[in-house]
């Protein structure tokens, strides 16, 4: 059973940073490409950011490019999610979540089987 568990969430004031990580266990972790997504109250989760399984490809929502980096550490079973430069919208539920493969779009939550419990990170103004 695959189990992915987060963590590094809080509460930062607006411009700070975060980094959040994610564990992951149960299959072969180096095989499987690996997103970030987030939800607050009454909304739809949202797509934040994806990592092919070799790390080689990234992508990101357009509210996050250039303030977010994921990467991951394939011998350490694990993916992160680098946040600068925050901002009150990004106050969220984060969660982790592993790819199903067979070239399922990167960016839609239905790609993704298994999911964290997730991580609440707060930005105050």
């Known amino acids: 059973q695959v189990q992915l568990v987060e963590s590094g969430g809080g509460l930062v004031q607006a411009g700070g940073s975060l980094r959040l990580s994610c564990a992951a266990s149960?299959?072969?972790?180096?095989?499987?490409?690996m997103g970030w997504f987030r939800q607050t109250p009454g909304k739809e989760r949202e797509f934040v950011a994806a990592?092919?399984?070799?790390?080689?490809?990234?992508y990101y929502a357009d509210s996050v490019k250039g303030r977010f980096t994921i990467s991951r550490d394939n011998a350490k079973n694990t993916v992160y999610l680098q946040m600068n430069s925050l901002k009150p919208e990004d106050t969220a539920v984060y969660y982790c979540?592993?790819?199903?493969?067979?070239?399922?779009?990167?960016?839609?939550?239905?790609?993704?089987?298994?999911w964290g419990q997730g991580t609440q990170v707060t930005v105050s103004s």
């Open positions: 979540a592993e790819h199903r493969g067979f070239r399922a779009p990167m960016t839609q939550e239905t790609s993704y089987d298994y």
């Open positions: 149960g299959r072969t972790f180096s095989s499987y490409s």
């Open positions: 990592i092919s399984w070799s790390g080689l490809n990234t």
